[in-house]
């Protein structure tokens, strides 16, 4: 298949960089349902919404270079593209023997899963608001689930801010933004009971500049601690002297002052079972969302560098128990998909 130029697309995105040789192809049939074998090296694809520097995406986009790495996989991905031209983008990597197809489908929930059902020998594993389909066997959803983590850095946030005061800004009001901003708030009131939250939404995945004045009008309200789900959260609370909690990656090297504590997301739990799975031809719809729980390896508690001695060793003592209680399931941190308000 002849694939589109960038001027075709209408998109600024990186075409085709393979980290990894591909290796011989074997195909089968299981189930009734037609899925790829590969015996050694299998070929994925991410089709992503937005930059691979973004947060969210850069974790699917770390795993699947460290597979690479390893010699697992051939990959290659496609960033910035549009969602009225997502659907033409899985389909490029369909037809041209992508074996694994990833990717968020938080804005295009049908649209991909039309596309899977065009190709049932293709895996999809895509970021979704919904669960899976047993009708579409080739198509298998995860999201971020590390309440476990964000909840243990709320612990933290409590016990460090001044005011009680404690700001809260996101992308979207959707279930995996609105559970960890919930998970964050029920740690936070383990160690302030009386804290008070703004909660805002930019309604955009990418636009710091959004998230930063979002940020400073909290600021201005009187929040000493922000939730920077979002990146320009923590620009605005360093510029401003108050402190930061981060979510999915660990951005403590880049403000050292700012971020005392961030919910790591570790995708490659999730990413090394479905290509396990693609291999073995056994990959079906599923929820793969468990792998990212702490006890799977999936979330963790980023190290608190250069707040290490600065926070309460009260609260640093519960974290410690209720992560030992996490790891052995005798503590639950709540799944909470609804929509928090400021309060």
Known sequence: MTRPTKAQHGLTRRHFMATAAAAALIFGLFSGTSHVMAAETIKVAGVYTVPVEQQWVSRLHKAANAAAERGDVDYTYSENVSNTDYARVMREYAESGYQLIIGEAFAVEQEARDVAAEYPEIAFLLGSSFKEDPALPNFAVFDNYIQDASYLTGIIAGAMTETGNVGLIGGFPIPEVNRLMNAFMAGVRETRPDAKFQVSFIGSWFDPPAAKETAFAMIENGADMLYAERFGVS????????????????????YPDTVVASAVWNFQPTLDKAIEEVRAGTFKAADYGVYSYMKEGGAELAPLGTFEGKVPQEAMDLVASRKAEILSGAYTVEINDKEPKSQ
């Open 235 to 254: 620009d605005a609370a360093k510029e401003k002297g108050v402190l930061a909690i981060g979510n999915v990656i660990d951005t403590q090297s880049q």
